[in-house]
């Protein structure tokens, strides 16, 4: 049942958290707000707010250190699960359909590229585990250095695992947005934080059909929530410091995580080649095969997207690891399967 309905539970569990929580605040419930939920005197910080605020404080604030310590807890056995199911910008992001979104999400690699020399005709084909540098057509000659880049691929893609970002943009961004809070003393990345940004714009909405004043922050708001999510449109793979955290502290986390089992998984039992749990990730990770994806597994956000799309029905989410099945028994790259 979890699986028919994973996709559609990711899009109305974040906008129902978004309902309780206007609501509540409206009606002054003590509910609080997307960035320190709670009720009453019982609020959980956002980690990233708690950090920002103690360091512009230069103070250890006990509110702060618990919520830090829950948050922690939690994406150590959870793993970045809020990016999937509760953070409302991926709400937000329904907005680029507007724009002209390409429909095909995830992955635009993990799949068969085949290039025609025009001098030897030597076909050359393996599996593209990450969006290519540059799209190789039939009939394009290839260089040797890109020759050999694609034979890496097909004799296992250590090449590509050794290329696999250990820390992005967003690591850096984590570490300015920390240095901001203890030299301005203030949390400065909460102005512009788009999950803050989502409520205030709710709020906003909602006092003015209410029959409050028009305000500056009516127009400012929102339009830099588009500004992030829309213009910025690889906000959560690129740029957020809150996902950056999260896939920091999830390293240790050994609960929740995909795994295969290979005696249901069409590679195995039927021998031919699939991909298409690595191409539904849209965080870039290959559940059946690790060491070829683009991002390491504690950035998965147990969206579950892997787990609908498999057609053996071969992946799930336990709580605990069972035994690793995720290479046992998986077939082997090898040059003459790859036109090689």
Same mark, same amino acid.
Not at 276 to 286: H, R
């Given at each position: 049942m979890?699986?028919?309905?994973? &996709?559609r539970?990711?899009?109305?569990? !974040?906008l129902?958290?978004?309902?309780?929580?206007?609501?509540g605040f409206?009606?002054?419930?003590?509910?609080?707000?997307?960035?320190?939920?709670g009720?009453?005197?019982?609020?959980?910080?956002c980690?990233?707010?708690?950090?920002?605020?103690?360091l512009?404080?230069?103070?250890?604030?006990?509110?702060?250190l618990?919520?830090?310590?829950?948050?922690?807890?939690l994406i150590?056995?959870?793993?970045p &699960?809020?990016?999937?199911?509760?953070?409302?910008v !991926?709400?937000v992001?329904?907005?680029?359909?507007i724009?002209?979104? !390409?429909?095909?999400?995830?992955?635009?690699?993990?799949?068969?590229?085949i290039a025609?020399?025009?001098?030897?005709?030597?076909?050359?084909?393996?599996?593209?585990?990450?969006?290519?540098?540059?799209v190789?057509k &039939?009939?394009?000659?290839?260089?040797?250095?890109?020759?050999?880049?694609?034979?890496?691929?097909?004799s296992?893609?250590?090449?590509?695992a050794s290329?696999?970002?250990?820390?992005?943009?967003?690591?850096?961004?984590?570490?300015?947005t920390?240095?901001?809070?203890?030299?301005f003393?203030?949390p400065?990345?909460c102005l512009?934080?788009?999950?803050?940004?989502t409520?205030?714009t709710?709020?906003?909405?909602?006092r003015?059909?209410s029959?409050?004043?028009?305000?500056?922050?009516?127009?400012?708001?929102p339009?830099?929530?588009?500004?992030?999510?829309v213009?910025?449109?690889?906000?959560c793979?690129?740029?957020?410091?809150?996902?950056?955290f999260?896939?920091?502290?999830?390293?240790?986390?050994r609960?929740?995580?995909p795994?295969?089992?290979?005696?249901?998984?069409?590679?195995?039992?039927q021998g031919?080649?699939?991909g298409?749990?690595?191409?539904?990730c849209?965080?870039?990770?290959?559940p059946?095969h690790?060491?070829?994806?683009?991002?390491?597994?504690?950035?998965?956000t147990?969206c579950?997207?892997?787990?609908?799309?498999?057609p053996?029905?071969?992946?799930?989410?336990?709580?605990? !690891?069972?035994?690793?099945k995720?290479?046992?028994?998986?077939?082997?790259?090898?040059?003459n399967?790859?036109?090689?």
């Amino acid at each position: 049942m979890l699986k028919n309905n994973a &996709a559609r539970l990711r899009l109305i569990i !974040p906008l129902l958290v978004l309902v309780i929580v206007s609501v509540g605040f409206v009606l002054n419930s003590g509910t609080g707000t997307l960035s320190a939920l709670g009720w009453g005197d019982i609020v959980l910080l956002c980690p990233l707010g708690a950090l920002g605020t103690m360091l512009a404080a230069k103070l250890l604030i006990p509110q702060a250190l618990i919520s830090l310590g829950i948050a922690v807890v939690l994406i150590v056995v959870l793993g970045p &699960a809020f990016c999937a199911w509760i953070c409302p910008v !991926p709400l937000v992001q329904k907005i680029r359909g507007i724009f002209g979104e !390409p429909k095909n999400k995830g992955r635009e690699g993990q799949q068969i590229a085949i290039a025609e020399s025009s001098s030897g005709g030597e076909v050359v084909e393996a599996e593209v585990i990450a969006a290519p540098a540059t799209v190789v057509k &039939a009939g394009e000659e290839l260089s040797d250095k890109e020759k050999a880049s694609l034979k890496g691929c097909a004799s296992g893609c250590d090449a590509c695992a050794s290329k696999r970002e250990k820390l992005d943009s967003r690591h850096f961004i984590l570490g300015g947005t920390l240095l901001s809070a203890a030299i301005f003393g203030f949390p400065v990345f909460c102005l512009v934080c788009p999950i803050g940004l989502t409520f205030a714009t709710t709020l906003l909405v909602i006092r003015l059909f209410s029959g409050g004043d028009v305000t500056i922050a009516l127009l400012v708001v929102p339009i830099l929530l588009i500004v992030e999510v829309v213009v910025f449109r690889k906000w959560c793979s690129r740029l957020c410091p809150l996902s950056a955290f999260m896939s920091l502290i999830s390293k240790v986390n050994r609960t929740f995580k995909p795994q295969v089992d290979t005696a249901k998984c069409i590679e195995n039992s039927q021998g031919t080649k699939c991909g298409l749990c690595a191409q539904a990730c849209e965080e870039l990770i290959d559940p059946r095969h690790p060491e070829r994806g683009a991002r390491e597994m504690n950035e998965c956000t147990r969206c579950r997207a892997c787990v609908d799309v498999c057609p053996g029905n071969a992946l799930s989410i336990p709580i605990l !690891p069972k035994k690793d099945k995720r290479l046992e028994g998986a077939p082997p790259l090898q040059n003459n399967d790859a036109g090689v």
